[in-house]
């Protein structure tokens, strides 16, 4: 499905312009267009590849997704994928969404599957900002011509381009400020909650999703490095500035990134560290009772001796008869036991 918004050289700006008005203008010199196709067909492709003359493997990268961020220079136009990170309620997982593109001299094709919530946004501020500037351009007076130099957006193809990317990296920020909170209150609870392993798969997800983030944003980055250096004529030099300033809000999200991952791996580390030291403490306490047992079982084993001596059935005993004889053998036990107790008190085998 096509929706094209134009900006015609000596025409009102028109929104429902159909596809062969636009091929029909679309060579005029001050003329802008943006196409954006939402679920595309196999036709509409054709048909985009016919008027613009587009290489076969975009339309085919367009066409069959998932694709990776990357960009490709063609001598008329740059064909650039980017995947926009968004933030699933519902799974609580980031999830990727492709946009292509297809950036000209006077014109930008957007092909996206579904609906876009950034594509949308900037729809939305197209219009009124079209709207402003077409009707900028028949005022008169300074302030006229100085609001129309910052109403950029309709300029030139690479300024809707940039919006919509400045759109995608800004709404970026708003999910490493959600993990950011997160990890303050999973930092706070970790210790004290009755089922730290919730918190470890929390921990985890967290840490895989910045990952995902960190390389897609370096992916991103490229991209806007080599809209920076180019030397195609899509891309006008009054853009290469705002293209920079994307660059360093990716640079500044990828500062905040690292942070988080370090603030996920200090988590674990300390996490991991409290548990030792709790194994370490019951490994202690297992080993003095196990120390304590077996000193009284070696106190027991010389009374366990004597016992069994005086337990045999001989006839012929030298104490048997002794009239002192039991009470003889439960103080010599007694004295045994005394002096087998103050032997390991004296050598600290045990407090």
Known sequence: MYTI?????????????SFDEMVIYLNQAKSVFWIDVQDPTDEEMEALQEAFNFHPL??????????SPKIDEFESYLFIILNEPIFDEASQELVREELDFFLGKNFLVSVHKGHNQTIEKIMKRFQSDLVLHQSLKYQKGQSAKAMLKENLIFRNSDFIFHAILDKMIDQCFPVVDRWDDLLD????????AKDPKSLLTQLMSIKRQLTQLR?????HRDILSSLIHT?????SKMSR?????????TMRLNEFIDSHRDSVTNILETYY??????????SQRINLIMQRLTIITTIFMPLSFIAGVYGMNFTVLPE??????????????????LFMYFFFKKRKWFQ
């Not at 975009?58 to 694709?67: G, K, M, Q």
């Not at 560290?273 to 019951?282: D, G, I, K, P, V």
């Open 5 to 17: 918004f134009a900006q015609l050289n000596e025409r009102e700006f028109m929104e429902s312009v």
């Open 58 to 67: 975009c339309i085919e990268d367009c066409l069959y997704n998932p694709n």
């Open 185 to 192: 209150v999973i930092e706070e609870s970790m210790f004290s």
């Open 215 to 219: 390389r897609l944003m370096g992916s």
């Open 231 to 235: 030397n195609n004529q899509t891309v």
């Open 241 to 249: 500035m705002f293209f920079r300033d994307i660059y360093d809000h």
């Open 273 to 282: 560290s409290f548990q030792s030291h709790l194994m370490n403490e019951n």
């Open 320 to 337: 048997k008869d002794w009239e002192y004889g039991y009470p003889s053998v439960l103080l010599l036990m007694v004295g045994v036991a």
